[in-house]
């Protein structure tokens, strides 16, 4: 019996946890949204099919945190979402969300190609950064606050960045994050750094500087080889 294998597709997000990726929805090769969900294996190279979500997606964002793939965005058949799904992918079911809004903004727009990072220490939570609507990319910074999943809490970020949709962040280390690449509604977006305390922009040489000082300390903090494989899955995943 042949071993399934995931359709082509574009537009989804991939999650590498231990030696498992997992990889969510889509969008075809015709432009369909996709609700399916796969899990590869990478020491057995076999991909399992899981649940799929509710509603087909593309252009979201997916996190893992402990055992929760927490799903958030995208644009689906009705149009854009901001939605949050988790998939329990222990007992390999779909829960629902307990979410509770920010207490004067409410919750992100609806919006698709943003980054959400997970940010585990002190406290596990996911920070969203920009993304687009259907006329601009967006400049807003959340906080969701995932240390007690399933039950989400939403904490806006009252310090707007730089527009940027279609891009991608790295957690350099414990209290810096870079964002990279996408666009700036119709230009290419400058590389920049985000400080993790102040939740503010920092100008990218003097990150860097900072960040070379760091390399030659006793004791630098580089960035995990779960992240850096992680960027890379995210490219070659289906390039099996």
Same mark, same amino acid.
């Given at each position: 019996?042949?071993?399934?294998?995931?359709?082509?597709?574009?537009?989804?997000?991939?999650?590498?946890?231990?030696?498992?990726?997992?990889?969510?929805?889509?969008?075809? +090769?015709?432009?369909?949204?996709?609700? @399916? =969900?796969? *899990?590869? !294996?990478? &020491?057995?190279?076999?991909?399992?099919?899981?649940? #799929?979500?509710?509603?087909?997606?593309?252009?979201?964002?997916?996190?893992?945190?402990?055992?929760?793939?927490?799903?958030?965005?995208?644009?689906?058949?009705?149009?854009?979402?901001?939605?949050?799904?988790?998939?329990?992918?222990?007992?390999?079911?779909?829960?629902?969300?307990?979410?509770?809004?920010?207490?004067?903004?409410?919750?992100?727009?609806?919006?698709?190609?943003?980054?959400?990072?997970?940010?585990?220490?002190?406290?596990?939570?996911? +920070?969203?950064?920009?993304?687009?609507? @259907? =006329?601009? *990319?967006? !400049?807003? &910074?959340?906080?969701?606050?995932?240390?007690?999943? #399933?039950?989400?809490?939403?904490?806006?970020?009252?310090?707007?960045?730089?527009?940027?949709?279609?891009?991608?962040?790295?957690?350099?280390?414990?209290?810096?994050?870079?964002?990279?690449?996408?666009?700036?509604?119709?230009?290419?977006?400058?590389?920049?750094?985000?400080?993790?305390?102040?939740?503010?922009?920092?100008?990218?040489?003097?990150?860097?500087?900072?960040?070379?000082?760091?390399?030659?300390?006793?004791?630098?903090?580089?960035?995990?080889?779960?992240?850096?494989?992680?960027?890379?899955?995210?490219?070659?995943?289906?390039?099996?």
């Amino acid at each position: 019996m042949a071993t399934p294998l995931p359709p082509p597709r574009w537009f989804h997000t991939s999650v590498l946890h231990n030696s498992t990726v997992y990889v969510v929805g889509g969008r075809s +090769l015709e432009g369909v949204p996709r609700r @399916d =969900r796969w *899990a590869l !294996d990478l &020491l057995s190279r076999v991909w399992t099919p899981l649940p #799929p979500l509710q509603h087909a997606l593309s252009g979201h964002s997916t996190v893992l945190h402990q055992h929760w793939l927490i799903t958030c965005f995208g644009a689906s058949e009705q149009g854009l979402t901001n939605a949050c799904s988790l998939f329990d992918t222990v007992h390999l079911k779909t829960v629902r969300p307990l979410l509770r809004a920010d207490a004067h903004h409410g919750q992100p727009a609806p919006r698709h190609h943003a980054s959400m990072l997970l940010i585990p220490h002190p406290s596990a939570y996911c +920070l969203v950064y920009g993304g687009e609507t @259907d =006329r601009h *990319a967006m !400049d807003d &910074l959340w906080q969701l606050d995932v240390t007690d999943a #399933p039950h989400l809490a939403w904490k806006a970020i009252a310090r707007p960045l730089v527009p940027r949709s279609g891009h991608t962040g790295v957690v350099v280390d414990d209290a810096t994050v870079m964002y990279y690449g996408g666009q700036s509604n119709t230009t290419a977006a400058d590389p920049f750094f985000l400080s993790l305390s102040s939740l503010s922009s920092a100008h990218p040489r003097a990150m860097a500087m900072a960040l070379a000082s760091a390399e030659d300390s006793p004791s630098p903090t580089p960035i995990s080889t779960e992240t850096v494989i992680g960027i890379v899955i995210g490219s070659i995943v289906f390039a099996v």
